[in-house]
């Protein structure tokens, strides 16, 4: 008689949303996550109480004030504003290089558990030399290398990144391939690209996901860390980490320059680290049984 044999069910979006939201990181994630989405996107689109680099020289180091919600900086521009604009370049960064990395990595990750063999060699032991810097370090050099410019530090966080992502697709594709649906299927005659599409890639998705979370998290701190030396944004581009920058010398004079964007920068990452903690509980079985 034959066994029926089924594979691992993947996470579906179909009441994912209520178990993220049944559970208390998850949630309170997804909600700091989504305000500072809905921020950057006003900033994107102009939204702002002022221009961001508006100046208004009468009324530079303002403190916070119904006019001025956030204080002005020492060149009079709404603060409020040049946060809302240093959300949207933070995204635009960490989405880009988030992406590119991932799409890269996730590709050769899954090349690599699946070839396996010499391929399979090659691949990590390249990934082994860029898990031999410091990710900050690398990303410095390649920046430094490259130029200053947002443009080119997505690049670098894409490069620094993309080996993370190459691990954790790696593991997961070494166990499912080797599991008895996908054995079944190789013996019905599934050509390897159907095996990847069909059976391997719907059944790593949990990990990646929680993994691209994270990432965005890390991918924020390193624009911010780039722009704070002078190698992210340019001025008068607004960020968090060149605003950190600029406030160094007056901030006992006027500490609202350093604890808004610190502030925002916070809530930025900590929302996407509490989200990934939730994704991890909900997508993981093992986890959700211990709950």
Known sequence: MPIAIEPLTPPRANGLLIRILRNMSGAVGLLLVTFYVLVAVLGAVRLTPYPPNEQHPRERLQAPSAQYIMGTDLFGRDMTSRVMEGATNSLRVAALSVTISGLIGIALGV?????????DN????????????????????????????????????????TPIFARVARGPVLAVKEMEFVLAARCLGTRSGGLLLYHILPNILAPLIVQISLALSWSLLTEAGLSFLGLGAQPPDSSWGVMLDESRGISERAAWLMIYPGLAMMLAVLGFNLLGDGLRDVLDPRMRGRK
């Open 122 to 161: 090659l691949i990590m032991r390249t990934m082994d030399v860029f898990f031999a810097f410091p990710s900050l370090l690398l990303a410095l050099v390649i920046v430094t290398v490259l130029g200053p410019g947002l443009n080119n530090a997505v690049l670098a966080i894409a490069i620094v990144y």
């Open 111 to 119: 090349l690599s558990g699946f070839i396996g063999g010499q391929v």
